[in-house]
């Protein structure tokens, strides 16, 4: 797992994520928003990126097959 945080001038930081990190990052977010009223809104931008992981995930599968 791999991640470069950077710090922008504006206070707002870029990250960059590996393939796993970002899996960590979404689930992490849909896992806290159960118990956080604030990052509920999150949890539709996280649960679009795991699917678009998993969909990436069978292309792979299917090509190799």
Known sequence: MQAAIKKMTDGSLALKLDADAARAVFA???F????HEGIAPLT???KQGLKQDRQKLARRVAICR
């Open 44 to 46: 539709p931008i996280a």
């Open 28 to 30: 992490s977010v849909l």
């Open 32 to 35: 806290a928003s159960r118990f």
